[in-house]
């Protein structure tokens, strides 16, 4: 299950800025927020997996400090932020989250142009986890495993659907 976490800076919208508790499960967090070391360092404990947006003004504190508590880590690109960014990182990492979306908001329109990113990732990295997020449905998903993701978001699609399980098992 992945947790958006948005600080109202980093994006214009806001959720899970308060404390908050899960029921037990497996939680990645992927934070759209300015300062990611003081999220890590307040709910490390709560999540397996935290993303950080490389353009955090604390990315590399922040993997880091998840180094050092054992955590999953991975790194986030946003539509618009070249692959570059996060080649210094690659060794550091379990994963890297491209977003196949402008962040921020729910049900935003899928932009194939992203894909570039996870066909050059996978060539640099086979074995590394490419995970997509943003406007995958059936049709898109098909289209991001074919360019080399293997892990996939889907929030709008499914909780649109009528039939919540039937979205799941058509992705």
Known sequence: MQLDVMDGEFVPTCSLTFDFKLPRGNYEAHLMVVDALSWCEKNWEKVDTVLIPVESITAKEALDFLKSKGKRLGLVLNPETPLDE?????????QILILTVHPGKYGADFLPETLTKVEELRKLRPKLDIEVDGGITPN???????????????????QNAENSKEAINNL
């Open 140 to 158: 898109t998903i098909a289209l991001a495993k074919e360019a080399g993701a293997n892990l996939f978001v889907s929030g709008s699609f499914i």
């Open 86 to 94: 996060i080649k210094p990182y690659l060794n550091e990492v379990n």
